[in-house]
């Protein structure tokens, strides 16, 4: 299991591979809200999220033969991006399992990261079967986009640098907002945060009717999403939180969030037009909750993280035609 030993060792690691993210913050937001917003910019992190710390922790994890071998991953583009470039700064192949309805520009920019990419149709095909084939016939490791110890590690990175700067900022308490797919991101900042900030708390922020991770909480135990497609927020779409992220979220997290998908793309536009920085759907879910959600939080301050940036421009510029 993952622990702040190993969190630290995979920042030696990483060490400055990855880009510190700025916290960013603005009073036309704050105003919003009715309270203080800080927003973790990993929308500005190398590959335009955070999953290139996962990447990176787990490849450079590997044993050198093992990781001359090659690597392979699923995922709908954030994980495949991070893994992809990580991979072949190594000097490793790659091979990146992906949806056919991911965003073009995923898919784009993962080939162009040096990925081979096999496409599949998550509606009716079995991501995790496709990978375990192609890794048995090919002799790759499998990286797992979050039920995997060295990826948890690497996104806890993120939260030894909250801890960090909020102490900078002043920051003594705050609910700590964190979109949330199957929890490798948000059990890491958790696990990160218990121990260089115990009086920050960690909620999980998801899109409505793909809240697994706030339904499980609430009935603690694993509980799965009917639909496995069918939401702009496809970066944090899984089936169910993972095996071994749920039982740190339990024990290290408050209750969930969910969003609407309107409410994600506002936060979307606002974070552009006030912060000047650009978030995917699924990135901005953890501050549409802080912006749109006052009454579920507990805190006079949030910190939301802002997961990722690589959205598709049709969405974008759709969004801003309603919403700016």
């Not at 995923?106 to 890794?135: M, Q, S, W």
């Amino acid at each position: 299991m993952t622990d702040i030993s190993m969190i630290e060792a995979a920042r030696q690691r990483i060490g400055a591979h990855a880009i510190r993210t700025p916290l960013l913050s603005s009073p036309f937001l704050d105003e919003i809200a009715g309270r203080k917003i800080v927003v973790k910019a990993e929308c500005l992190q190398r590959t335009g999220s955070f999953k290139f710390r996962g990447g990176w922790s787990a490849v450079s994890g590997l044993a050198p033969e093992t990781r001359q071998r090659g690597v392979i991953a699923f995922s709908s583009g954030n994980h495949a991006q991070g893994v992809a470039l990580a991979a072949t700064l190594h000097g490793v192949p790659s091979v990146i399992v992906m949806p056919h309805d991911a965003p073009k520009i995923k898919i784009e920019n993962t080939k162009a990261f040096g990925a081979e990419v096999v496409l599949y149709d998550r509606a009716n095909e079995d991501r995790d079967a496709i990978g375990a084939a192609l890794a048995q016939e090919r002799n790759l490791t499998l990286i797992k986009p979050y039920d995997e110890p060295l990826v948890i590690a690497g996104q806890a990175t993120v939260g030894l640098e909250i801890a960090e700067q909020g102490a900078e900022y002043g920051i003594a308490e705050a609910d700590i907002l964190v979109p949330c797919g199957g929890g490798g991101l948000t059990s890491g900042i958790a696990l990160a945060l218990e121990a260089r900030a115990p009086r920050y708390a960690v909620r999980p922020c998801e899109p409505e009717n793909f809240d697994d991770v706030a339904r499980s909480l609430a009935s603690g135990k694993i509980e799965r999403n009917d639909a496995l497609s069918g939401s702009i927020c496809d970066a944090i779409i899984t089936p169910q939180p993972g095996n071994i992220t749920f039982p740190i979220m339990k024990s290290h997290c408050g209750s969930g969030i969910a969003v609407t998908e309107d409410e994600a793309l506002r936060a979307m536009v606002l974070a552009f037009l006030r912060l000047k920085v650009v978030v995917e759907p699924g990135g901005a879910v953890a501050l549409a909750a802080a912006l749109f959600h006052g009454a579920e939080l507990k805190t006079e301050t949030v910190i939301a993280v802002a997961s990722g940036g690589n959205v598709d421009p049709a969405i974008m510029a759709s969004a801003l035609s309603r919403f700016a």
